[in-house]
């Protein structure tokens, strides 16, 4: 599947598995929006992408 150019959001993406669907998603060509409220995710999970400007992240909780 080719996501060049699309914009997508990842919910919890600092996780362990968001930031797994993170590292895919980029592979895939998308730039991805992560939010997530840090509870139990670590920024440092998506700081190369974070870096490279391939994602975005916000600091929010959803609940």
């Known amino acids: 599947m080719?996501?060049?150019g699309k914009r997508i959001l990842v919910t919890g993406g600092a996780s362990f598995i968001g930031s797994h669907l993170t590292d895919a998603l980029v592979?895939?060509?998308a730039k991805v929006r992560?939010?997530?409220n840090l509870s139990s995710g670590r920024l440092a999970n998506i700081k190369?992408?974070?870096e490279?400007?391939?994602v975005d992240f916000v600091?929010?909780?959803l609940t």
């Open 52 to 54: 490279s400007e391939q």
């Open 34 to 36: 992560v939010v997530d």
């Open 27 to 29: 592979d895939k060509g």
């Open 48 to 50: 190369s992408h974070i």
């Open 2 to 4: 080719n996501l060049n």
């Open 59 to 61: 600091e929010v909780d």
